[in-house]
T-cell receptor, first 111, second 115 residues
Framework: RKEVEQDPGPFNVPEGATVAFNCTYSNSASQSFFWYRQDCRKEPKLLMSVYSSGNEDGRFTAQLNRASQYISLLIRDSKLSDSATYLCVVSPKTSYDKVIFGPGTSLSVIP | DTEVTQTPKHLVMGMTNKKSLKCEQHMGHRAMYWYKQKAKKPPELMFVYSYEKLSINESVPSRFSPECPNSSLLNLHLHALQPEDSALYLC??????????????FGEGSRLTVL
């Protein structure tokens, strides 16, 4: 089983739609969870951290379920500029440990 | 603009060549990483340096040799590579220790083609 798994995608949604991405991780010792975004031929950039209590940043909401080892990202009112690959990222402990990227889910927002 | 600088941006080399990729950051970060990314795949961890010491080597073939000469620099020495090593090589850095937000600061990458 892969350490981090995501919805295979791609997701093609119209502008204004709500879209949800799911991610599961296998290492129960994982302690830090993140969503990164990667635009085509660009480097990955941090979108948001994921906290146990759930957290929101504008149109983006992230949830973590430690018991199920499951992470989600919800994007509301999709914009064309949201088109990118969304990467679920998991780390066991600290910044100098194994920061592992999931396979990514591609999102295309269509006019 | 990224605060992690990678050079060169593009590199073409033969299988018998020796070349190096360079990465530099001046954010005072003490953890630095090399990732390899193939097309339509996620970044794959290769090496992690913490306080200039190699802390993780993800069973990378010895034809890739990392070096961290000081806290700002990270090199990846390449020798006798294979065509399947062609990929985007991403360098990243992060603060270490408590209070880490989870953000890895990536450079724009070095796109390597092995002929």
């Amino acid at each position: 089983r892969k350490e981090v798994e995501q919805d295979p995608g791609p997701f093609n949604v119209p502008e204004g739609a709500t879209v949800a991405f799911n991610c599961t991780y296998s290492n129960s010792a994982s302690q830090s969870f993140f969503w990164y975004r990667q635009d085509c031929r660009k480097e990955p950039k941090l979108l948001m951290s994921v906290y146990s209590s759930g957290n929101e940043d504008g149109r983006f909401t992230a949830q973590l379920n430690r018991a199920s080892q499951y992470i989600s990202l919800l994007i509301r009112d999709s914009k064309l500029s949201d088109s990118a690959t969304y990467l679920c990222v998991v780390s066991p402990k600290t910044s100098y440990d194994k920061v592992i990227f999931g396979p990514g889910t591609s999102l295309s927002v269509i006019p | 603009d990224t605060e992690v600088t990678q050079t060169p941006k593009h590199l073409v080399m033969g299988m018998t060549n020796k070349k190096s990729l360079k990465c530099e950051q001046h954010m005072g970060h003490r953890a630095m990483y090399w990732y390899k990314q193939k097309a339509k795949k996620p970044p794959e961890l290769m090496f992690v340096y913490s306080y200039e010491k190699l802390s993780i080597n993800e069973s990378v073939p010895s034809r890739f040799s990392p070096e961290c000469p000081n806290s700002s620099l990270l090199n990846l020495h390449l020798h006798a590579l294979q065509p399947e090593d062609s990929a985007l090589y991403l360098c990243a850095s992060s603060p270490s220790g408590q209070g880490w937000t989870g953000e890895l600061f990536f450079g724009e990458g070095s796109r390597l083609t092995v002929l």
